[in-house]
């Protein structure tokens, strides 16, 4: 996929996120904050960056909000999936490749020295 192409759907699904409102989903959740959102979508923008200019390619993410107004973001390879959760403060990864929390999953920060590392984890596991 071309860059201008997806920064169009990129910038279409952040306007969508951007009309929800408090219990958009019947359940009390919160709607996420512009900071999150930009934050959201310059985090996904540099990951779309890094990952295309170290010549891998792109896999389009679902892209959605969770229950506490968090932007979040997920993909599946074969065997493994890779959900972002990014807030006001920070971003989280989490690396799931089983069903056992404690054995099968992995829970850290993000930064941007981890996007190569998660991407080929992901796909060239």
Do not use: C
């Not at 890094?50 to 107004?69: C, K, L, N, R, V």
């Not at 971003?91 to 991407?119: C, K, P």
Request: charged share 30%.
């Amino acid at each position: 996929m071309n860059s201008k192409k997806y920064e169009r759907k990129l910038s279409e699904r952040f306007d969508a996120l951007a009309q929800r409102e408090d219990n958009w989903d019947g359940y009390d959740s919160k709607k996420p904050t512009k900071l999150t959102l930009v934050r959201a979508e310059n985090l996904i923008r540099e990951l779309f960056d890094s990952i295309i200019s170290a010549g891998h390619p792109w896999h389009t993410p679902f892209i959605s909000s969770d229950e506490d107004g968090n932007v979040t973001v997920e993909w599946s390879g074969e065997n493994r999936r890779l959900h972002i959760q990014i807030g006001e403060n920070e971003a989280e990864y989490i690396q799931v490749w089983g069903t056992n929390i404690d054995t099968e999953m992995h829970v850290d920060f993000l930064s941007r020295a981890d996007y190569q590392m998660l991407w080929e984890w992901l796909f060239d596991g």
